[in-house]
């Protein structure tokens, strides 16, 4: 594919795709540019949908009650792109087919641009439009380093604070300077092999303590806390707060964030192997194939507190485990006005997903959310024929078409720079580049397309959001850019 800095427009700009519907359907037509449109809400029908090239995924929305019907999601002629996976760290299961999507049961595309709709219930503050869609944005270079995988902001500070995969956290300011000094250095207590290195990162609501998730040179997940001072980490401070064995080198997760309510959030993934082999995503005993959430404050002669209102916290599963049924979590984050949290769980050779669990609906005592894995890839039945209780489909999936590959999950946008922008949920693919939106209009319709950038991605690892709401895209080769407007 050639590249310029003008704004990318593909020769397929007018694909059209229509897939089975289950539901009435009714003409539906866009302009160029316009966007994917969805029905919104996590209970919408499983759609037929209108697709042009600029924002052409292979996509479903699905309800519990058909989350397990067997009808797939979709794919449309694209743009031809030449990244590949190398099989290293990150959203790219080195298990998984990255060629494109033609197993068994894929739909074929078709002429007809039928659409359907359903009820939804949007949020009061929800947009009217999605005046992204289309528009112009530029990757602004900050600063090369040495394969960054994940950043964060730190409260109380202006800087950017990022993970290089090999081990090391580095302070860097906004403008692209980057400190001498290291924040924390793990390069001799961690290894790259396979999908293995130091993974995450995140800061305390007062920025004293620094959390770090890396796996250490036997493969086992390890989160550990740091006292900070004002530029680095007491490295002779480590507490250890979790330490998960890893049966496979893959599905590592690694994502940690602190979130709305002051605790600390885990991915994990299912442990590898492809397909899931010892089932740990339907294992409510372990914690691999979960999220957990965990208070880092000892307590009991542990390294930390139990939330009272965790789903297993009196029993019937680990006590630790927010969410299960995961496959391999690449990046959460939760949306700080609302509150809600956004994931992207990595499917094994097909379909790509995204969940939203939306603030105060895990309340105490309320059993916990299973998202499906193995039993189910997005929608599609995987290992089983039956949607497991408790189950939480996702908000939005797609294929592996066009050399897609693999989901790195990102933020709903906040920041001051881009305001056509607002409150859009960006996230994208680790092997073709692309950055997408995503976002719930008030008429409840959910908009999904991709973000014209000025340049072709290598290898989407991470995306990061600053302290003032930037957005921050992490390439594999070493660059860290700020989306902005064009």
Known sequence: MTHSTAPILYASAWSVLMIDSISQQIDGSQQAGAGLRIP??????????????????????????????????????????????????????????????????????????????????????????????????ALEPVVDLDEPIALVERPGSTDLWIAERSGRVRRVSTDGEAADEVVLDLTDSTTTDGERGLLGLAFSTDGGLLYVSYTDTDGASIVAEYAMGDTSAAADSARVLLDVAQPFPNHNGGQIAVGPDGLLYIGLGDGGGGGDPERNGQNADTLLGSIVRIDPTPSGGEEYTIPADNPFFSGGGAPEIFLFGLRNPWRFSFDEPSGDLWIADV???????????????????????????????????????????????????????????????????????????TGAYTFGDFCTGEIFGLQELASGEVIVGNLVVDRQVDQLISFGAGPDGELYVLEAGGQVSRLTGQ
């Open 40 to 137: 919104a809400r996590r209970v919408a029908l499983r759609t037929s949908l209108l697709m042009f090239g600029l924002a052409s995924l292979g996509v479903a929305c699905a309800s519990p009650d058909e989350s397990t019907s067997g009808a797939t999601t979709s794919t449309v002629q694209a743009a031809p792109t030449d990244s590949q996976t190398d099989g290293g760290a990150g959203p790219a299961d080195t298990d998984a087919d990255t060629t494109t999507g033609t197993g068994e049961g894929d739909p074929e595309p078709g002429a007809d641009d039928e659409t359907t709709t359903s009820e939804s219930t949007p949020t009061d503050d929800a947009p009217t439009s999605a005046d992204w869609v289309g528009q112009a944005y």
């Open 347 to 421: 499917g094994q050779n097909l379909i790509e997903e995204i969940t939203v669990i939306p603030s105060g609906t895990r309340s105490a005592g309320s059993a916990a959310g299973n998202l499906g894995w193995p039993i189910l890839e997005g929608n599609d039945p995987f290992d089983g024929d039956q949607a497991p209780d408790n189950h939480i489909p996702p908000l939005f999936t797609y294929q592996h078409a066009d050399n897609r590959c693999s989901v790195t999950g990102g933020y709903v946008y906040r920041g001051p720079s881009i305001q056509n922008l």
